[in-house]
């Protein structure tokens, strides 16, 4: 099992940046992907950005088009955490983030995210 709690959000300015944190415990952090999903009122929970376990020179990582270039993925293993770097925030980026965590080392396929944290509000006015 693992438990996931993510904190960061907050309401922001359009062009403003925010930082979500997802901490883990439980399973050993370094063994699993992990990723950040969003979802916006009446819409479908939209996978954002992911990052795999294993490092080949650097942990690969893999985003949402309408987020390339504005959101950065990371995580720490030695503090068991993940984040999420949002900058040039737009106010269709409003939603609940959530952390999310694989079952594997690897970030597929999106139906291996089994471990889910609360979510946390981002609201970014115009």
């Known amino acids: 099992q693992v438990q996931l709690v993510e904190s960061g959000g907050g309401l922001v300015q359009a062009g403003g940046s925010l930082r979500l944190s997802c901490a883990a415990s439980?399973?050993?952090?370094?063994?699993?992907?992990m990723g950040w999903f969003r979802q916006a009122p009446g819409k479908e929970r939209e996978l954002v950005a992911v990052?795999?376990?294993?490092?080949?020179?650097?942990?690969?990582?893999d985003y949402v088009d309408s987020v390339k270039g504005r959101f950065t993925i990371s995580r720490d293993n030695a503090k068991n955490t993940a984040y999420l770097q949002m900058n040039s925030l737009k106010p269709e980026d409003t939603a609940v983030y959530y952390c999310?965590?694989?079952?594997?080392?690897?970030?597929?396929?999106?139906?291996?995210?089994?471990?889910w944290g609360q979510g946390t509000q981002v609201t970014v006015s115009s």
């Open positions: 999310a965590a694989h079952e594997s080392a690897y970030m597929t396929p999106v139906s291996g995210f089994k471990y």
């Open positions: 439980g399973r050993t952090f370094s063994n699993y992907a």
């Open positions: 990052i795999n376990a294993v490092s080949w020179g650097g942990f690969k990582t």
